[in-house]
């Protein structure tokens, strides 16, 4: 079973709006990393939170993390149509970074 | 800045054949990972290495066989092809991702 999970499935918005996407887990972690990942790409790391922290901010992008209720969130804010891509969260399960598990992903969809 | 390369971009094979992907990466890391991305299920875990001749399975590696001669280089095979089989595999070197090889069996 999927140790990560992200929702929703999918969603749109339209440029310059803010967009969140959860992310569900279902252990203990040392860390967790969102991932985006466009068409034809590899992943890409957008942030890695420590279990220690409770938000991280990289530019436009902002993740947070709930240890107690085992959920962490990505926020986009002022969407470009370059943020249209797959969005991953992944845990290491307490594997202290040697392993990451991934969810299935977010296809984020930005509208012009 | 490193980078990642991933050999070939794509692979067709045929059932029953073994066939191997390789992986460089000049960033002078430790870990290296490979991962199989399916249509819908995400990436999963097959191989994985801390060092130099290590090798750790993940969740998926039945089928599967790996080889880590080099720090820079990690190799999978895929033992025996699956008619049909489609998927993406994704070699990481720590958080750094390649563009993975995209197989498909006839």
């Known amino acids: 079973s999927q140790l990560a999970e992200e929702n929703p499935w999918a969603l749109s918005v339209h440029e310059g709006e803010s967009v969140t996407v959860n992310c569900s887990y279902k252990?203990?972690?040392?860390?967790l990393q969102w991932y985006r990942q466009k068409s034809g790409e590899g992943p890409a790391q957008l942030i890695l939170i420590r279990s220690n922290e409770r938000e991280k901010r990289n530019g436009r992008l902002r993740a947070t993390l709930d240890t107690s209720s085992q959920s962490s969130s990505l926020s986009i804010t002022a969407t470009r149509c370059e943020d249209t891509a797959v969005y991953f969260c992944a845990t290491d399960a307490n594997t202290g970074y040697q392993n990451f598990y991934f969810g299935k992903g977010t296809s984020l969809t930005v509208i012009p | 800045g490193g980078i990642i390369t991933q050999t070939p971009k794509f692979l067709i094979g045929q059932e029953g054949q073994k066939l191997t992907l390789k992986c460089q990466q000049n960033f002078n890391h430790d870990t290296m990972y490979w991962y199989r991305q399916d249509s819908g299920k995400g990436l999963r875990l097959i191989y994985y290495?801390?060092?130099?001749?290590?090798?750790q399975k993940g969740d998926l590696s039945e089928g599967y066989d790996a080889s880590r001669e080099k720090k820079s280089s990690f190799s999978l095979t895929v033992t025996s092809a699956q008619k049909n089989e489609m998927a993406v595999f994704l070699c990481?070197?720590?958080?750094?991702f390649g563009p993975g090889t995209r197989l498909t069996v006839l």
């Open positions: 290495s801390i060092t130099e001749n290590d090798l």
């Open positions: 990481a070197s720590r958080q750094y």
């Open positions: 252990t203990s972690i040392t860390a």
